[in-house]
């Protein structure tokens, strides 16, 4: 009883508990505030008009421009360029990055060196990480190529569907694993040694351990992982436009450069606004399956 009573009485909103408040979370509610969430409701709105996004003057048009998007192919060939961009780097990302934490687990010489340098590339920025890339596959992948006599590396990587896709993929892998790893790593301090030792106690070999003992307890880092991957990857944008701008001929135009050149290029923010709500409860619909089928799996520990 007593507890309850200390409970109900720290749950008061005094005059300092309100002060705290408005100091520690203010700041970022008007961020959320003005940032996304009037953002959300304007382009909701825009959504149902004609606007141009230049006039003053619009119309109301109800659901005409969600009818539109279901009809423009260019817009559900980028979502599928999308889903499968992103099915492909949350496999990698979260299998590479799970494996480098696992193997930095261990007590190995350097290995906060090693944690710094697999996280550094995702300290560049996605413009820069773009252009880098770009000079890489150009010119050092194809000097290698020829040097080695391995046709892969010295393949036109911006000629093609498929080489430009791969080059997206290798880029965002490569970005995304070592900001994973962290988290991973997170998860593995987090471990009760006592279920390893059990498990070596009762004669499991390593593979047993890992696949019965140690993936079950990561769950719950597995499952931020996935839904950090899945955003990032679907949102992917900058690094994009920076690599391979769309080409060739838009066949690896991601949905988020459709949406920009529809809403900004073509003039027609309604239509754009329509295309990013649609993305939205796409997105939305994806993260929160996976979030319930991953988190079932969770075990305590």
């Known amino acids: 009883m007593n507890i309850e009573r200390s409970r109900h009485r720290n749950l008061k909103f005094t005059g300092k508990n309100i002060l705290n408040y408005c100091i520690f979370m203010g700041p970022s509610i008007i961020f959320f505030t003005f940032l996304f969430l009037i953002p959300l409701i304007q382009e909701i709105f825009y959504s149902f008009t004609d606007w141009n996004g230049i006039n003053q003057e619009f119309s109301f048009q109800g659901l005409y421009q969600y009818g539109r998007v279901l009809k423009d192919k260019d817009y559900w060939y980028s979502m599928v360029f999308t889903l499968k961009f992103s099915f492909y780097v949350v496999l990698f990302a979260n299998l590479i990055g799970f494996i480098w934490a696992y193997l930095l687990s261990k007590d190995i010489p350097l290995r906060n060196m090693w944690r710094a340098l697999i996280y550094l590339p995702r300290i560049l920025g996605g413009v820069v990480l773009g252009y880098l890339w770009r000079f890489i596959f150009q010119e050092v992948f194809v000097q290698f190529g020829e040097w080695s006599g391995i046709s892969w590396f010295s393949q036109p990587w911006f000629t093609t569907t498929s080489s430009s896709f791969w080059a997206l993929v290798i880029v965002m892998v490569w970005s995304l694993s070592g900001y994973l790893m962290v988290i991973y790593n997170a998860g593995f301090s987090a471990l009760e040694n006592t279920y390893i030792e ?99 799996k969770e075990v305590q520990q």
Not at 228 to 244: C, E, F, K, R, V
Not at 267 to 292: D, Y
Request: glycine share 6%; aromatic share 10%; proline share 3%.
């Open 198 to 296: 059990a498990a070596r106690i009762d004669g499991a070999n390593g593979f047993q351990i890992l696949f019965r003992v140690i993936i079950p307890l990561m769950m719950p880092s597995i499952t931020r992982c996935l839904f950090i991957a899945i955003n990032w990857a679907m949102l992917l944008y900058d690094t994009n436009i920076s690599l391979t701008n769309g080409n060739p001929f838009r066949s690896s135009e991601g949905v988020t450069m459709n949406i920009y050149a529809t809403a900004f290029k073509s003039n027609q923010m309604a239509f754009g606004a329509a295309k990013s709500m649609i993305f939205v409860l796409i997105i939305i619909a994806i993260s929160l399956t996976q979030v319930k089928l991953t988190s079932r």
